[in-house]
Nanobody, 121 residues
Framework: QVQLVESGGDLVQPGGSLRLSCAASGSIFSIGAMGWYRQAPGNQRDLVASITSGGTTNYADSVKGRFTISRDNTKNTVYLQMNSLKPEDTAVYLC???????????????WGQGTQVTVSS
C-alpha cells in the first residue's frame, strides 16, 4: 500500500511565500517523476511543476520564476517552494508520483489528498 501525504498549505497574503511538501510512504520499490497539480473551484486540474528522478524540472508558464520544485530521494519527498504568491495561485494543490511497488512491475501514478493554498489579503 502506497500513500502520498501533502503538507504546508495555508492562508497567505499576496507577495508571500509557502513551501509545500509531499512524502511518499509504504511499499515502494522506486519512484520516477513527481510533481504538483492544482485545481481551483470550477476549473480543471492543471500541472504546476514536475521533476524527474534525475532532477530535470518543468514548470507551467504561470509559475516560472516564482515557484521551485525539488525532491529528496532519500526521503521520498517532493517540495514546492512558492514565492511572490498571487491571488490567482489560490487552489487545492495535489502532488503525484509515478511509483513502482515491486521489482519489474509497472509504475503507476499515485495522488495525494491535496492541500489548500489561499492567497488573500
Amino acid at each position: 500500500q502506497v500513500q502520498l501525504v501533502e503538507s504546508g498549505g495555508d492562508l497567505v497574503q499576496p507577495g508571500g511565500s509557502l513551501r509545500l511538501s509531499c512524502a511518499a510512504s509504504g511499499s515502494i520499490f522506486s519512484i520516477g517523476a513527481m510533481g504538483w497539480y492544482r485545481q481551483a473551484p470550477g476549473n480543471q486540474r492543471d500541472l504546476v511543476a514536475s521533476i524527474t528522478s534525475g532532477g530535470t524540472t518543468n514548470y507551467a508558464d504561470s509559475v516560472k520564476g516564482r515557484f521551485t520544485i525539488s525532491r529528496d530521494n532519500t526521503k521520498n519527498t517532493v517540495y514546492l517552494q512558492m514565492n511572490s504568491l498571487k491571488p490567482e495561485d489560490t487552489a487545492v494543490y495535489l502532488c503525484y508520483g509515478w511509483l513502482q511497488t515491486g521489482k519489474g512491475t509497472r509504475a503507476n501514478m499515485y495522488w495525494g489528498q491535496g492541500t489548500q493554498v489561499t492567497v488573500s489579503s
